[in-house]
């Protein structure tokens, strides 16, 4: 390629220095064959696809206030005494990572700010790849051919709340210490294997003196070069499917329309990095976050009412808080703590149907072609109302970490809270599913009224019966276009096979079929909307 | 698959609508007469596109952002200089990140505003368009990958030399063995978590001392000194001796608290290990092990701020609420000669949160 090209180069435009260092590069790279490729490939424009952005671009602001952080923190669990400035830490006893932390904050100009923005940009990581999965899902951008790509994301989502985590731990205070201790006892209640794997896991007893050099390795190593790697496979994949786009006029199956990479895209999702960086520094500034020289040292014995995790971890705390008393059994001569086994065994389930539903649905529908044009969540009426039900579930689990805090601010008892919130576990779920489906069948059945008779324009007519109508006006052939162009599926009917038989696989596919399929808005046909347009008022 | 095509009637072959011919559509309904795509509308020019002096605007607009950017970068390095940190007040640390955190979010949202806003007014307007292909590679490339794959299995005899492979395959699964084995070595060889997590600092004739009070964290404390409704957060007075301190304290941590005799529920087995109404208990939730640290005082309820579990002192610390199962485990104390409250033993099971061989 590059001998091709070369000549021309040279000759054209050899003079100036951009064209030489070009030149230059080609020559040993050949870089143009990526330029000529990528250079001008097209983005489509959606403010929701700015949510994986947000993501990959807290990752960069978190590697970049992670990297000066480490500059300064000890991962040692060694006892010191504090001797920096802030008095009243002064002379007491903690670990050196506890200490180094205090002197990022109050030794190293800008130190706090960078640990600030270190940890308002992990959380933030984490709300907008949640966000980001959100969308994909409603959209049903995990169809084929990107199913790969939602396990890819959903293996990131898992990783970067490990990275708060183990982030979360490292400081060595009271807080961080405590969430340790409440992974111990998760470890601890895993049947046979438990009490070994925390002994292993903890370099003996609980807390140990390894932790924290153990989870720093984990923090800056081992998980964001795992990330770095799953983000790479993320992004590829991006350019060899092309992105997503939503319904529209001229958008199809075949195409992308949009903006090209250069030098639209570059200057607006470059600029965007700037201003998610600027908007995470803007929060670090004003809102301090994680107040350690507050909490003191980690000390097994003292803890402060109202402490909560760092929101990505609340739903796994809130579900150990749901669960009733006294589920613990000794069978056998061992102890099955189901106290904590339930609450592990329920997460796992709900994360792995997260992890696998782009199969399950591909499944059910049997549809093996591309989908590159997303659906209006009201056009899949059963996936949306699953994902509502999900996030009602997640979202009663998370409410149940801020249980005390609820019962506190809004001076209700302890227990009535425990108890509603149990309630809502269960119940919350369904009545979300329930009323989710209805309000995507109205909002579709509106979509097919309006792209028959067109919208009503608030004009009031009397006819010289005396009848009263209100006029309805057409919508144009590009608006009906977005509100007619959705997949319809029915329900599987259920036929013998060759055999005159009816394999039980079958019959389930078709249960499924039916659950998903069986109420459903037929989007309007071209002579429907011929005839439709004749009757309009 | 193939019979879905006709279990719906109206479904038609859908070559036309998406990339790969021929692939099964599913369920999917395709109706014979459906809507057209109108195509793209026609394009709208933005107003800096018909009107100069408004592009103009834009165009001083991204540059004075710019050079706004340079001010913030300069002003955040200026404010890293002019407000010192040093004397450790906490009004002064937060000037300092204030005005150093205040300057960079100001570099860089001048640079991002300015760069979309210059992508958006300014760059050119006209929507492209790509076109894809179906992500499956071509029929050509398919048959030629299966062709080099079945010429390497030729080549090398892959399925033909079972004896090889098999064996390779044997010894790449045992490879990674030592490798696990060596991940022994990240808790101590001669020690054995069962056993340790049933033995605490606590002893015969071991005193409690205080966990807090300032000066007095270490003072042993006397039965005398524990009055009615008083609390007192305790740790055996050997602690400070011990070789892991945390580890120890960790599982040593005790209540202590005085209740009016009458109020107490005494089991027969275990009358003789409270004193006057004094009893110890455990301090670790039983549950996943945070510190118990909260007691209501009319109620007699301890609750753990982790996840809610209650424990009611006056009934030998039995679970009254919330995710734990067992009662706090109870410290058999009394009193030594000096009138100094004492262990009479360790605790008679392990501390803590649960674990599989506890019985054991």
């Known amino acids: 390629m590059s001998t091709v090209t070369t000549p021309k180069t040279q000759s054209k435009s050899g003079s100036t220095f951009t064209a030489k260092a070009a030149s230059y590069l080609d020559e040993r790279t050949s870089i143009g064959v990526a330029v000529k490729e990528f250079g001008r490939k097209v983005f489509p424009d959606h403010w929701s696809f700015l949510l994986g952005e947000v993501a990959l ?21 060694v006892e010191t005494h504090y001797d920096g400035p802030y008095v009243p830490m002064k002379g007491i006893e903690m670990s050196a990572a506890m200490a180094s932390t205090l002197d990022i904050s109050f030794s190293v100009r800008g130190g706090l700010l960078m640990r600030q923005v270190h940890h308002w940009a992990a959380l933030l990581f984490v709300a907008s790849i949640g966000l980001h999965m959100l969308r994909i899902f409603f959209t049903g951008a995990f169809r084929k051919p990107r199913e790969l790509n939602w396990v890819i994301g959903f293996v990131l989502f898992i990783l970067a709340m490990a990275e708060g985590f183990t982030g979360y731990s490292l400081p060595d205070d009271v807080l961080s210490g405590n969430g340790l201790r409440i992974i111990d006892g998760l470890i601890k209640a895993i049947p046979v294997i438990g009490t070994y794997l925390s002994f292993f896991f903890f370099g003996g007893e609980f807390p140990g003196t390894d932790i924290v050099g153990r989870l720093y390795m984990l923090h800056i190593m081992l998980l964001p070069a795992l990330v770095i790697l799953f983000v790479a496979l993320h992004l590829a994949f991006v350019v060899i499917h092309k992105h997503t786009q939503y319904p529209g006029p001229g958008k199809t199956q075949q195409n992308v329309v949009g903006y090209p990479v250069l030098p639209v895209y570059a200057a607006k999702a470059g600029g965007f990095f700037f201003i998610v960086f600027g908007v995470i520094m803007l929060i670090a500034t004003f809102v301090q976050i994680n107040p350690i020289w507050n909490y003191g040292p980690y000390d097994p014995s003292p803890v402060s009412a109202g402490t909560q995790p760092d929101w990505y971890i609340g739903f796994a705390d809130g579900m150990l808080r749901l669960i009733p008393p006294g589920w613990e059994t ?58 509502a039900a999900g996030v009602t579930f997640y979202a009663v689990m998370w409410a149940g970490a801020s249980s005390d805090l609820i019962a506190t601010h809004f001076q209700l008892a302890m227990e009535g809270v425990i108890h509603t919130l149990q309630a809502l576990l269960i119940l919350g779920p369904i009545v979300a599913y329930f009323v989710t489906k209805r309000i995507c069948l109205g909002l579709q059945k509106k979509d097919r009224s309006i792209a028959l008779h067109g919208y009503e324009s608030g004009r009031i007519v009397r006819l010289q019966g005396g009848e009263f109508i209100e006029v309805h006006k057409p919508v144009s052939e590009y608006e009906r276009w977005t509100l007619v162009s959705y997949h319809d599926y029915a329900p599987l009917m259920l036929r013998p096979n060759d055999d005159g038989k009816i394999p039980f696989s079958r019959r389930l596919r078709a249960g499924f079929s039916r659950w998903f399929f069986e109420n459903r808005v037929v989007p309007p046909t071209q002579g429907e909307i011929e005839q439709g347009g004749h009757d309009s008022h | 698959m193939a019979d879905e095509a006709t279990s719906n009637s109206k479904a038609v072959a859908n070559a036309h609508s998406h990339g790969e011919a021929g692939a099964s559509a599913g369920t999917a309904v395709i109706a014979s007469d459906a809507v057209q795509n109108p195509g793209l509308p026609p394009h709208r020019k933005r107003v800096t596109d018909l009107n100069p002096k408004r592009a103009k605007r834009a165009e ?87 062709e080099i794959f079945k010429i390497a299995d030729e080549e090398s005899g892959f399925t033909r030399r079972t004896l090889v492979r098999n064996s390779l395959l044997g010894a790449l699964i045992a490879f990674p063995i030592p490798g696990i084995t060596l991940l022994r070595g990240l808790a101590p060889q001669d020690q054995d978590p069962v056993t340790l997590l049933k033995h605490t600092l606590w002893d015969k004739g071991v005193r409690l001392a205080r966990d807090h009070g300032g000066a007095a964290v270490g003072a042993p404390i006397r039965a005398a000194e524990v009055t009615i409704g008083s609390v007192f957060h305790v740790v055996p007075e050997n602690l400070a001796n011990a070789e892991d301190v945390l580890n120890e304290k960790a599982k040593a941590i005790v209540l202590l608290m005085r209740l009016d005799p009458s109020d107490l529920k005494v089991s027969e087995e275990r009358k003789d290990w409270s004193y006057d109404g004094i009893v110890a208990y455990s301090k670790v939730c039983t549950h996943v092990g945070c510190p118990v640290a909260l007691n209501e005082q009319h109620t007699h309820h301890l609750l753990c701020p982790c996840h809610q579990s209650q424990f009611d002192v006056s009934d030998e610390a039995k679970v009254v609420f919330g995710p734990a199962k067992r009662p706090l485990p109870q410290l058999p104390i009394t009193v030594d000669d000096e009138g100094y409250l004492v262990a009479q033993s360790d605790f008679h099971e392990p501390v803590g949160p649960s674990f599989w061989e506890r019985l054991k």
């Not at chain 2, 860089?108 to 492209?128: C, P, Q, R």
């Open chain 2, 60 to 146: 001083r607009t991204v540059y004075t952002l710019f050079y706004i950017s340079v001010a913030g970068s300069l002003g955040s390095m200026l404010a890293y200089m002019f407000f010192p940190i040093e004397s450790g007040e906490l009004w002064q640390i937060r000037l300092s990140t204030l005005f150093i955190g205040l300057g960079m979010a100001l570099a860089l949202l001048a640079i991002g505003v300015g760069a979309v806003h210059w992508g958006k007014a300014l760059m050119a307007d006209h929507e492209s368009i790509d076109v894809r292909h179906p992500v499956a590679s071509d029929e050509e490339t398919r048959e030629a990958s299966s």
């Open chain 1, 57 to 77: 671009y807290s990752f960069i602001v978190i590697l970049i206030s992670g990297t000066f952080l480490t500059l300064f923190f000890q991962a040692s669990m």
């Open chain 1, 330 to 387: 000794e069978w056998f001569g061992y102890t099955w703590s189901w106290n904590m086994l339930v609450p592990i065994i329920i997460m796992g389930g709900f994360l792995v149907l997260v992890a696998i539903y782009p199969f399950i649905e591909a499944w059910v529908t049997g549809d093996k072609r591309e989908h590159h044009i997303l659906d209006r969540p009201r056009n899949a009426p059963t996936r949306t109302a699953i994902g």
